[in-house]
């Protein structure tokens, strides 16, 4: 008898420790969500909600007053399918890859030498990758429209050399365009070699040296695969913010150099037609889907990894 | 052993590279010269002529005040996001830091046109409200980021000193934990203070009438005004954010002591 009762209660004791042990757990949940919540919700209603809306409105009729009317319609996909458009992205793809590509060649050797110097000399010259990064983004621009000015100091400094006709535009052309892209986008690509190759052990280049390589090879097959993860981000966070340019190419480009961005901004701010700028940016938003998918997945696994590292 | 010098001469040649625009900017706002093709003398001509234009100054008010407004909404979100990351892991998380650092690889147009579609389909009226939300959505990323790299480094002993003691969650996080984050969120704060002072673009998508920015007014200016005063008007805005960027160093620099 008292046996059962022991049994009894302590089965009751035990399910009374299960039940706090829920509790506070659920407490950790509850808190969890509380302390999300607040971001999660604004990113919530003011990011992701409206990326998806953009998909929705492609499919909606337009009305001649700029307003969005109601009912469904393809007949803004099909206007899509329109050979003008294909200068347009050749160009905008092009010129994307074109920045990238200058932007990692003068990046790596850039975020190798910053990362190799003495740690006074490294925070000087960090800072002065920084400080682009937090000048008004317009103003960088404008200073290169005066220079490229038909009366500006380069072309004249061109023309008295014979390199240049006095008929040929600087300004208003996609190596305009392409020249301003890797001026702003460069920063961007310099951070996160610099980051990899600061965490890079360079008694790796020596030993190699000391074992044959030549300077090149060691630093292309020592160096290179080693801080492979910074170059992919810096490839992708040049690339991406690329593809949707739409100020440069307005301000320096001129017909010439017109990029997908500033179809998009045409269609809403001159024919104040939303749906068609909201096609225009869903096909836009699909190509940049898949260099995102990566670096997100690049990002998650780095951001586990860390955590695992902490326990 | 030798080093190669390659680096050395790219890196000056990208460090020209970067600088030299603004310097011939800053220059040609002290030329006389309408034009600036040639240098015709010291002036501070075109720096009186600003004193006189009223939309900038407009501009300028209605810039401040999103900043400011955007800068608070966007520290203590984006500081509660970072808690948020740091303290839980798990699928709750995974998503949340997905939503955040997408905002700072998507492109601003695409960014900006959403943000339009969203406001037009929910019958809002576009002006200073609507930029004050877009500026906030976007800065909330950067102030996580950057206090979460803070909460990071940080060195928790402490924290959990204060609760051996028999301090409280709340006294611990309120009296240890929040100071010692001060630098960091405050540093984060002025990123936010920056980028809603500096943005176009998605400015440019969610405004209305009467709800010009300083960097809208600049666009049209580049578009249709004098080039001169905006010379002038560059210069101050870069003595501006070196200003606030030296803040910002001494700020992060406070920690390594």
Redesign the interface.
Known sequence: MQLVLARLRGRKLRARQIETRMRSKDRHRLH??L??L???G???V??????L??FA?AFKPSNPFG??DPGWTLDTIRSLVNPAYLPIIWRTLWLSFMTTLVCIL?AT??G???A?SEPGRQRL?L??????F??????????????L?P???VK?ALVFLHLLSPDTSLLYSSGAVLLVMI?TF??FA?LPIYAAAERFDFRLV?AA?DLGAS?LGA?LRIFLPGVRRGMVTAI??VF??A?????IPD?VGGPGGEMI?NK??QR?FVDRN?PH??AL?AC??LA?LVP?LL??MQ??QK??Q??ANET | MKRNRVPLVVTALVLVFFYLPMVILIINSFNASRFGGSWEGFSLYWYARLLNEHEIWAAVENTLVIGVAATLISTLLGTTAAFALHRYAGTLQKAHYTLIYTPLVVPEVLMGMSLLLLFVSLGVDLGLFTIFLAHVTFCISYVAMVVLARLQDLDFSIVEAARDLGAGWWTATWRILLPLLAPGIAAAGLLAFTLSVDDFVISFFVAGPGSTTLPIRIYSMIKHGSPPLINALSTILLVVTFTVLLITQRLTQEKKR
Do not use: N
Not at chain 1, 46 to 51: A, G, I, N, R, T
Not at chain 1, 127 to 132: H, T
Not at chain 1, 134 to 147: E, P
């Open positions: 969890e969500w302390v999300s607040p971001s999660l604004w990113l919530t003011f990011f992701l909600f409206p990326s809306i953009v409105i307003g969005i003068l050797p850039t190798y030498y910053i190799r010259l800072l002065a990758v920084i400080v682009p937090w000048t008004s983004f317009l103003i960088r621009i404008f200073a290169w429209k005066v220079i000015h009366d500006g100091a004249r001026y460069l920063p310099i020596e040296r300077p630093f992708l966070v991406i913010p593809l949707g340019s739409y100020v301000l961005g998009i901004a809403t939303l700028a909201s940016s836009l938003m940049v995102l670096v997100l990002q998650t951001r586990s860390g955590k």
